[in-house]
């Protein structure tokens, strides 16, 4: 009797050991390493849609280098996932990571330099997008998977009603905003476009922003620059006087805006026609693309809203086999026919750009010179330079420019607010800032 | 082993073989019994705590720019993140956003609890079982999913609210949103959310009082109202205060329904709107594992702090009440 009742507490704590082992360990394990001739298994994060389909088409043709894919929510959900992954170590061994999180990645030390893995596929990149992923070093921390110039895109259906033509500079994109309100109090010829961080970074940076830039050991912060205030009064501006709408972006209220023709027009990245699919589903074929406007009527520069890169992880134990896998997505035809087919990207790689697989999206079916079109914002995209806190200007920017946007509040202090937030964070984290 | 003890019986005179033959279990089994417990508390609380608490005492160190290898170093700073909390206003406004969302949350939600739990012990109430289920049935919701559900109700132009506002008295000026009406809304979730789990604790409490007591008072002439105000909510005093504590601290904790309104309507609610909101800001968002250790850790000790004046504050009232 007193043997069996020790064996029972025994058993307890054992269940207890194992129940509480069974908590701790969880996450995925890195594959074991292993030699040249062995199968290799690799981990892949990405958020790019039917991304699922793309992989398995690789998986049949390289039985030596399976690839695992696990579907992201999307750019800043995975990046969270990430830079927590990256502490534990447990990072798949390939993540897709937008342009401007890169420096975020980089200086956490958790990306790998896969220059000596890519040599010969430089020269299939905009010398923008590349320098994007080597950040201005010698090395390379991706290979460019989508670029995403913006563009003008409007309801040609409602244009027409209307009696509008797509505007070529801002002056008269205020004017015909302004004129179209007054006539129709119910319709507006567009959302505030300072209500996402990523949009209006766009938007500053075809009027010549540079938000980071770093000269010797120090970071310089532009957010609050002359040509960020110009962008930011600007918006003020049409908000205050009621030109604009001012509903925050990606909410039901502003998607049901965008569907029901409240909204004449979005400005966009050229990745739009997609979005458009899930924000706005009764539109199909009653958009079309026109530039963006400029500040000064003749100009030819636009800015850019995301775009990716697909990187190796720091965590990889088989950089070479993941890279091999990353050049045939971005960069073989096969892998970048299926990203165009199935992903609906719209491709980094110059051959891609001129590749078979484009066919013109539902959502703009009219408009039968779009990758024409797209292929010229790209080249006019202004370079963007990001630094290592990308993530905390965003959130910043959400919180500043949201109230002011609800308010009709100032939004230059809105924008004195997002640089004072970001200088102090970065030397909180012990970056060197120079000026304020 | 039992002959060793047997030997050490027999060695003893024989008297009392038996109880020195049982006299080793009950010295090891309680020990055995506490394992489980012991195990799972210091690996789920203490082992993350320590963690914490150590996260707390480090923070980057950062060469040139801070890319590229080797260029960040995580090193110790001793009282530094602390320092840096104690210092940081917007710290500090997240605390009090949350205290006077508390004070517009806590009373509401616990007059309505004890209320329907009043309505429910009343006798002749009909569809008793019925009205249990719908008031609890919120708290079955996951509050992520109420919150979901409320901030549509909420938006402009999908709201239901604004939509009869509009047929009614067509105003569409009802703003949800507003920098005051906003404590208003997420506490309104909360209300929603939380009564039904109170009432059941209160309903729970008043089910197990005695009878008797009933009856005697309606021997000596009390009504209904009566019995509830000086009998039932005196003697349930008990659950009160642990129902009360519980608010308190989830108040602090509140998260789900600020983050789900923050993502409608930024400029309403703030990423650092709620300490935990802050605290997930900083790490996550903000990449400092650190900043967010000390910030946890104050938090948890103010919450101790808070829920010690509570208990404290309604204990001299349960003293003064029995005094009188």
Redesign the interface.
């Known amino acids: 009797m ?1 043997l069996s ?2 064996v029972t ?2 058993a ?2 054992l ?3 194992a ?2 082992a069974g ?2 360990s969880s996450g995925g394990s890195a594959p074991a390493s292993s030699g040249a001739n062995q199968k290799v298994d690799l981990t892949f994060w990405s958020w790019v849609p039917n991304m699922d389909r793309i992989v398995a088409a690789w998986n049949q043709a390289h039985p030596d280098i399976q690839v695992t894919f696990t579907k992201a929510a999307g750019g800043d959900a995975e990046l ?1 996932k990430l ?2 992954s990256g ?1 534990a170590k447990t990072m798949p061994d390939i993540a897709q990571v937008e342009y401007q999180s890169l ?2 990645m ?4 958790y990306l790998a330099d896969i220059s000596k893995y890519v040599d010969g596929v430089r020269s299939d990149y905009p010398d923008g997008l590349w320098n994007q992923v080597t ?1 201005g ?1 010698g ?1 390379v921390y991706g290979v460019p998977q989508d670029a995403a110039p913006l563009a003008f895109f409007y309801r040609t259906d409602l244009f027409k009603k209307y009696n509008l033509t797509p505007p070529a500079t801002w002056a008269q994109y205020q004017s015909e905003a302004g004129q179209l309100h007054r006539a129709n109090p119910s319709v507006y010829l567009g959302d505030t476009a300072t ?1 996402d961080g990523g949009l209006f970074s766009g938007l500053t940076q075809q009027a010549g922003a540079k938000w980071w830039s ?1 000269k010797g ?3 310089t912060v532009g957010i609050d620059s002359p040509a960020s205030r110009k962008v930011a009064s600007y918006w003020g501006a049409l908000v205050k006087q009621g030109a604009v709408d001012n ?2 972006a990606w ?3 502003w998607s ?2 965008l569907d029901n023709g409240t909204y004449l027009s979005w400005i966009a990245a050229v990745w739009a026609p997609g979005t458009l699919a899930s924000e706005a589903a009764d539109t199909s074929g009653k958009w079309a693309m026109a530039a963006l406007p400029q500040w000064n009527a003749g100009d030819q520069v636009t800015g850019s809203w995301g775009g990716s890169a697909t990187s190796v992880t720091a965590d990889s134990k088989h950089p070479q086999q993941a890279a091999q896998f990353i050049t045939w997505l971005n960069h073989e035809s096969q892998g970048t026919d299926l990203l165009v087919t199935d992903g609906s990207v719209y491709p980094a790689s110059l051959a891609a750009e001129s590749g078979s697989a484009l066919a013109v999206p539902s959502f703009v079916s009219g408009q039968s010179d779009f990758y024409t079109q797209a292929k010229q914002y790209s080249k006019e995209a202004a370079t963007a330079t990001w630094g ?2 990308v ?2 200007a965003y ?2 920017f ?2 500043a ?7 009709k509040g100032d939004f230059l202090a809105a924008l004195a607010t997002v640089q004072q937030k970001v200088v102090a ?1 970065m030397r ?5 800032v120079s000026g304020g | 082993m039992a002959a060793t003890e047997v030997v050490e019986a027999a060695r003893a005179g024989g008297t009392a073989p038996r109880r020195r033959r049982w006299s080793p ?1 009950p010295r ?2 309680p020990y ?2 506490m ?3 012991t ?2 508390f210091t ?2 609380f203490l082992v993350p705590l320590g963690y914490t608490v150590y996260l707390s005492t480090q ?4 060469q ?9 170093r995580q090193v110790f700073t001793g009282f530094g993140d602390y320092t ?1 909390v104690l210092h940081d206003s917007e710290f500090w406004h997240s605390v009090l956003r949350a205290l006077l969302y508390g004070c517009v949350l806590i009373p509401v939600m616990l007059g309505l609890a004890a209320l329907f739990a009043l309505i429910l012990d009343a006798q002749r109430v009909r569809f008793q079982r019925f009205g249990r289920i719908a008031i609890f049935l919120p708290y079955a919701v996951p509050t992520l999913i109420g919150s979901i559900l409320w901030g ?1 109700m909420y ?4 709201s239901p609210f604004v939509s009869v506002m509009h047929t009614l008295f067509g105003t569409t000026s009802v703003n949800f ?1 507003g ?1 005051h009406a906003v404590y208003l809304s997420i506490a309104n979730i909360g209300v929603w959310g939380g009564t039904g789990f109170n009432m059941m604790v209160l309903y729970t409490a008043l089910r197990s009082l005695p009878q008797e007591v009933y009856e005697a008072a309606r021997i000596d002439g009390s009504g209904e109202f009566q019995i509830a105000w000086r009998i039932k909510l005196p003697m349930i005093r008990p659950s009160v205060i642990m129902t009360a504590i519980f608010s308190t601290i989830a108040t602090l904790q509140v998260f789900n329904e600020p983050y789900t309104i923050h ?6 609610v ?3 709107w709620t300490p935990l909101m802050t605290i997930y ?1 900083d790490t ?6 650190f ?1 967010g250790s000390a910030e946890s850790i104050v938090i948890a000790v103010l919450m101790f702090l808070v829920s010690i004046a509570v208990l404290r504050l309604t204990n001299r009232q349960t003293f003064g009440g029995e005094s009188q």
């Open positions: 007193k009742r020790a507490t025994a307890c704590g269940a207890a050991l129940l509480a908590c701790s969270t830079l927590t502490k420096p975020t980089v200086s956490n030390n950040l070093t090395a209500t770093a050991d120090s970071w509903k925050t909410t039901a209220d049901k805006a290592p806190d993530n905390v959130s910043a959400s919180d420019f949201g109230a002011a946007a609800t308010n964070d909180t984290n012990g970056f060197t | 279990a090891r089994t055995a019994f394992v489980p417990a195990v799972l690996a789920v923070k980057t160190q950062i040139g720019l801070g890319l590229g290898r080797g260029a960040r840096g549509m938006l402009p132009s999908v949103f920098a993502t409608m309507s930024a400029g309403a703030s990423s650092t800001h996550y968002t903000g990449d400092d594992v900043a």
